[in-house]
């Protein structure tokens, strides 16, 4: 199966100024994830930019890269017009990996794409992993999904899924064992006609109130698959005390 991985980055952040170019181990960030993507079975890996200084430093690496309007409100309209910039058939599978993923895995990567040729009745595949604590599990930061027999999303929530009526009564204290809770990874894979679509969707009260891009697709009615991964995936960088557990790790 032929697939694309398309990488966003943008150069502002609140949290971490300049974060695409964070140096970690001698390499901009943005190209450590574009290396590790490359270790997946993508066909080609192209950074979608949108400032100079990201275009250089990944041509400086032999990182492929596009210029991207630097107003795009979400990283799926930036990706978006990737596609067209690309001239990707509609029915291309594109893989949509941060940029702050310098540690992403690339099986991972292979196990997302393969989703929607599996799939048929989903528009978007995304992946998540087994929550093993309750500090986790009731962290709004943390995004829970549940999803049905087929292993296609029913929702995505930063509240606590599932809501275990019983067992919750008095406070939430212990992890529901069936179905096990299930935590979001941010990764997706998107036909890229779909891709070229989705930004035209109406945004979704869900997603305003929840702050999840994803729920809009489920609000207009496309399925999202989900795989289940055995283990969580190594930690991206959001914020100067990410950079520095991942500096460590490199080194």
Known sequence: MSFTVL???RLASTRLPNKPLADIAGKPMVVRVAERAALSGAARVVV???APEILAACAAHGVRALATRADHPSGSDRLAEACEQLGLPDD???VNVQGDEPLIDPALIDAVADLLPNQPTARMGTAAHA???VEEFTNPNVVKVITD???LALAFSRAPLPWWRDGFAGGITALP???TPLRHIGLYAYRAG????FPRLTPAPLERCEALEQLRALWHGHRIAVHVAAHAPGPGVDTPEDLARVRALFA
């Open 48 to 50: 979608a930019a949108d």
């Open 149 to 151: 027999a087929q292993g």
């Open 92 to 94: 291309t599978i594109v």
């Open 131 to 133: 929550i093993k604590s």
């Open 7 to 9: 990488i966003p980055a």
């Open 194 to 197: 779909f891709l070229r679509a």
């Open 177 to 179: 064992a069936d179905p």
